[in-house]
């Protein structure tokens, strides 16, 4: 089944421990990326990936890393993670092969930061 | 926890009618449209997009409408059902590698 996958779905941290959110795609799509959902904010892009090796900013990239080491992974990373991080999160995928710039989401992290 | 429903517009409707959700897009040389699907508790679903270079575009029970002149998008839903009750969010974007940008979205809740 084709799908995107985020680990963990929910967690809850301290101020300062450092996390990583994982995420894979199956379909071997060459474009990821990271979201970030707040209420009444909508979706904003945190990072962005073209492919293997190529990561960029999106709108909201403060306090987060990303590295993109395969083509199927690319995990979200919080150095030192602050309650303003506290989010929903998702990854997504895509392929411009096919002609379209669809996005197929994964079932989002629920990320806690006390 | 706090539901990103919260602080959306909201469209209440009777099971089988007819739902128009509607989205202003900002950029005029965006030439890609989605409409997405979010239900509580999961990522948005892809349900129908559209090129720039159509106005209309049919799906199974959804219809999407482009209006470029006035920069304005809707998804109609016909005979919506319970099961269509969601936040819907119209995502714009320009061919290619592109990334792109959602709107705040739509809460739609239909009553049985």
């Known amino acids: 089944e084709a799908q995107v996958t985020q680990n963990p779905r929910y967690l809850i941290t301290v101020t300062g421990k450092k996390l990583t959110v994982t995420c894979s795609q199956n379909m071997n799509h060459e474009y990821m990326s990271w979201y970030r959902q707040d209420p009444g904010l909508g979706l904003r892009q945190i990072y962005y990936?073209?492919?293997?090796?190529?990561?960029d900013k999106g709108d909201v990239p403060e306090g987060y890393k990303v590295s993109r080491k395969e083509k199927r992974n690319f995990p979200l990373i919080l150095e030192s993670p602050s309650p303003n991080q506290t989010s929903l999160y998702f990854c997504?995928?895509?392929?411009?092969?096919?002609?379209?710039?669809?996005?197929?989401f994964g079932p989002g992290t629920r990320l806690t930061v006390l | 926890g706090e539901s990103v429903g919260l602080h959306l517009p909201t469209l209440s409707v009777q099971e089988g009618d007819n739902s128009i959700i509607n989205c202003a897009y900002s950029n005029s040389a965006s030439d890609y449209f989605i409409w997405y699907k979010q239900e509580s508790g999961k990522g948005p679903q892809f349900i129908i997009d559209i090129r720039s270079n159509m106005d209309k575009r049919q799906g199974q029970r959804v219809t999407v409408l482009l209006n470029k002149t006035v920069k304005h998008l809707s998804l109609q839903i016909a005979a919506t059902q319970p099961g269509d009750s969601a936040v819907y969010f119209c995502a714009e974007g320009l061919g290619g590698y592109s990334t792109l940008t959602f709107g705040k979205g739509t809460m739609l809740l239909v009553s049985p």
């Open positions: 997504a995928s895509s392929s411009p092969q096919y002609h379209t710039d669809t996005q197929y």
């Open positions: 990936s073209m492919n293997v090796e190529v990561t």
